[in-house]
């Protein structure tokens, strides 16, 4: 089996052993008004709406409206699915809930029509798409608050620049490719008289010993403190990326040499002392991180240095 296969398998499991989020358990109440809300609008155009023959039915509009209505309740769907629970979730739920009311209203206009003395129920059906963008208007603005806070936070796991495509599952950074195309910028800024700027490659020792002896779950959720514990070391400007398996790679933007060694020592320290507490209450550690910074040399290409820059890791390992 190959490398990238275990890695996927590796991703699975953990993902099963450690989900414990559920959009349905979580949003019960939102999920359970959501049934109402369309219950109650088939039973309204039902009870006060007259058939129309199949000759009265413009098949085009019924399409076009059917697929708005589908789109409306496939994004409220996915709401529901990727937010927690919150005010802007709430805001987010009752505003596109008022949008699926309006769209049903006018998709059930092209099969019924309503008796005169129930003009109303026709003449109103806009009137909840107007109630729903004034409470997704207000939705955006929590929205764009929450935002700033969380690209505050993640400011340095992916830098200016967003590409999930791209993310590691397992400790939530990057990977090696993202950082191969910042990297790349940064040699791009360079060139045009930008300061230089240096990586860092981190090495965790005896990783694989503490796979076997604690599972895989464990040696993920250390992978992840790990990542977490080298992003909060870091200035705003720098950037951290799982590289492969127990390695993880730093850029360090606009930042001389030395202070770059200095900065990444202060982060092998901090990493070789966590402390990882089993079921037990017992605690397991590694000793030693193996790490080595470099800076770009002239007209060298980001495969070069990162092959340095392995290399140069790898004679560390040796010299321990």
């Known amino acids: 089996m190959t490398t990238k296969a275990h890695a996927n398998i590796d991703q ?48 085009l509009d019924a399409i076009g409206e059917g697929g708005i209505c589908i789109m409306v309740l496939v ?4 709401t529901l699915f990727a937010r927690p629970k919150g005010s802007v979730t709430n805001w987010m739920f009752c505003g596109l809930s008022s949008l699926l009311v309006s769209t049903l209203l006018d998709f059930f206009d092209e099969f019924v029509r309503f008796a005169p003395d129930e003009a109303w129920f026709s003449n109103v059906e806009a009137f909840p798409a107007v109630v729903g963008m004034i409470v997704m208007t207000v939705a955006a603005k929590g929205w764009y608050k929450e935002q700033e806070t969380l ?42 008289g930008s300061p230089d700027f240096c990586i860092g490659l981190f090495d965790i020792k005896g990783f694989t010993d503490l ?29 951290v990326c799982r590289y492969a398996g127990d390695r993880f790679i ?8 030395a202070e770059a060694q200095q900065t990444a020592r202060h982060i092998a320290d901090i990493v070789a002392k966590h402390t990882q507490y089993t079921t037990t209450g017992e605690f397991t550690a590694y000793s030693e991180v193996t790490w080595s910074v470099i800076s770009p040399m002239p007209q060298e290409n980001v495969d070069t240095m990162l092959s340095r820059l392995h290399q140069k890791v790898q004679q560390q390992k040796r010299v321990a």
């Open 75 to 78: 994004w409220l769907t996915a």
């Open 151 to 192: 690209n505050q936070t993640l400011m340095k796991k992916e830098r200016f620049y967003r590409s999930h495509s791209h993310c590691d599952f397992i400790t939530g950074l990057y990977n090696a490719k993202y950082m191969k195309e910042q990297i790349e910028r940064e040699m791009l800024r360079a060139h045009h």
């Open 12 to 59: 699975i499991i953990f993902y099963f052993s450690t989900m414990n989020y559920s959009p349905f358990k979580t949003h019960r109440t939102l999920w359970i008004s959501l049934a109402i809300l369309l219950a109650a609008t088939f039973s309204l155009a039902i009870l006060f709406g007259l058939p129309k023959s199949q000759e009265e039915i413009n098949w």
């Open 211 to 239: 796979t076997r002896a604690q599972g895989l779950v464990k040696a993920n959720q250390l992978l992840r403190d790990i990542g977490e514990l080298i992003s909060l070391n870091l200035r705003d400007a720098d950037l």
């Open 250 to 257: 730093v850029l360090f933007a606009e930042c001389k040499l």
